[in-house]
Structure formats: structure tokens, C-alpha cells
């Protein structure tokens, strides 16, 4: 009767739906990085949380980083320009800042004059002045240019309180823009608060690729070594 019942098949089949019942509980748990998911309406928390970004933008961003030659030069420029409104289309996109989207306020005999950062008229500047005129605003050099003019940087800003899968869908769907418009040749660095949160997620996922073969070989083992001549 116990050979019977711990047979080597009996064993195997076991496990087997063990292992199987772990997996799908596994793809049915929510990873949400949000304030939502960990404090109710009701808390103090959450509506501490949900009053300051009353007055502040979220700070959940994805900072693209463009480096190398030709950045002023028309093929580079036109490729970003034509991306930007895509990326502004994506869902759960709020805003996307770069030197199309910034305004440069100068001073005038009777005021002051607001105009593009880069606008229409500066197509026809050599790339060394359109460079120039971009590193001559006071905010953009730190912000979307770096201060030697070397790099470019394309912030999009999301949504408040987005889960962390709808985070995800939205970096893919910016990724395959700039692949599309051929940007990522130039593309060295994401940094932000929404990028960190893919990469806890994706160190999570990466850490469980290792863990459940792992563990999936050592039941196995056990098994063996618990039952060698059944």
C-alpha cells in the first residue's frame, strides 16, 4: 500500500500539479508600485499623498538621454519632432517636454516676447547656431540640453497614480516610437522615477526565472534522495 501510494508516477504527477497550482497563482498576482494599492481612500496617507500632487505634477517621468553627432543636425530633429506628438497620443501619457515643446521668454523695448525654444524660423540656422540658440535660454541648458550642448533629453511625464503594469505598457509603447523614428541609435540612458520602477520589476521577474527552475530541480532532488528504491 505505501509503495502503492508513493510511486515514482504518483510522486511525479504530484509535484507536477503542485508546481502547477504555485505557477498559476504566480500569474495571477498584481505587482502596483501605486499609492492606491497599499492605503484606502480613507487614510491619512493617501489623502496627504493626493493633496500635495493637487499642487505639484506627478513625479512619475521617463527621462530619454540622446547623445552623439549630428543631435542640430535636420535628420535628428525632424525624426524627434515627428515622434513627439506620437508619444503625446500614447495612453496615459499627460505631457512630453523637449526643446519643441519648451517656450523662451526674452525681453522687449515694452515687455517681453514668448516664442518656441526652437522655432520654425531656426530650421534655416547652421547646426552650430540652432545649438546656440537653444543653450541661450535660461531654463533649457540642465533640463533638456546638457550644458555643453552635447545631449538631449526628451521628459515624458505620465498620468497621476498609474499601476505599475499600465507604467510598463507605456515604456513599451515609447520605445517602439523612438525605434520607429529611428532614434534609438542615439538613445544612451533612461533614468526616472517610471524606469526605476520597471527595473524593480524586472529584477523581480529576473529573480524568479532563477528561483523556480531552481526550486522545481531541488524537489526533484529531494524526491530522489527521499524515495530511491520506489
Same mark, same amino acid.
Given at each position: 500500500?505505501?509503495?502503492? %501510494? ?13 508546481? #502547477?497550482? #504555485? ?13 492606491? $494599492? ?7 496617507? @493617501? =489623502? $496627504?499623498?493626493?493633496?500635495?500632487? /493637487?499642487?505639484? +505634477?506627478?513625479?512619475?517621468? !521617463?527621462?530619454?538621454?540622446? /547623445?552623439?553627432?549630428? %543631435? ?10 515627428? $515622434?513627439? +506628438?506620437?508619444? =503625446? ?17 526674452? #525681453? ?7 516664442? +518656441?525654444? !526652437? ?21 533649457? +541648458? ?7 550642448? =552635447? &545631449?538631449? $533629453? ?31 541609435? @542615439?538613445?544612451?540612458?533612461? /533614468? #526616472?522615477?517610471?524606469?526605476?520602477? @520597471?527595473?524593480? @520589476? ?18 526533484? &532532488? ?9
Amino acid at each position: 500500500m505505501f509503495r502503492r %501510494l508513493f510511486s515514482p508516477v504518483f510522486c511525479a504527477v504530484f509535484l507536477v500539479i503542485f508546481l #502547477g497550482i #504555485g505557477l498559476a497563482g504566480l500569474s495571477l498576482t498584481s505587482v502596483n508600485h501605486a499609492m492606491r $494599492a497599499y492605503f484606502s481612500h480613507d487614510d491619512r496617507q @493617501y =489623502k $496627504a499623498d493626493q493633496h500635495l500632487q /493637487s499642487f505639484f +505634477p506627478g513625479d512619475d517621468v !521617463f527621462i530619454f538621454l540622446f /547623445s552623439g553627432q549630428g %543631435l542640430f543636425e535636420d535628420a535628428f530633429l525632424k525624426n524627434m519632432q515627428t $515622434a513627439i +506628438p506620437q508619444l =503625446k497620443a500614447v495612453k496615459n501619457v499627460d505631457r512630453v517636454l523637449s526643446i519643441f515643446t519648451l517656450d523662451h521668454i526674452s #525681453g522687449t523695448e515694452d515687455g517681453f516676447e514668448v516664442r +518656441p525654444l !526652437f522655432s520654425q524660423s531656426d530650421w534655416a540656422l547652421p547646426r552650430d547656431v540652432r545649438q546656440q540658440v537653444v543653450l541661450d535660454d535660461r531654463i533649457a +541648458p540642465g533640463f533638456v540640453v546638457s550644458e555643453d550642448g =552635447k &545631449a538631449l $533629453a526628451l521628459v515624458v511625464r505620465l498620468e497621476k497614480n498609474l499601476a505599475t503594469a499600465q507604467q510598463i505598457e507605456v515604456r513599451t509603447r515609447l520605445f517602439q516610437i523612438l525605434k520607429q523614428q529611428n532614434l534609438s541609435s @542615439y538613445l544612451t540612458a533612461v /533614468s #526616472g522615477p517610471s524606469e526605476v520602477v @520597471y527595473m524593480q @520589476y524586472q529584477a523581480m521577474i529576473d529573480s524568479l526565472n532563477i528561483l523556480m527552475p531552481l526550486a522545481s530541480f531541488l524537489s526533484f &532532488a529531494l524526491l530522489i534522495w527521499l524515495f530511491p528504491r520506489v
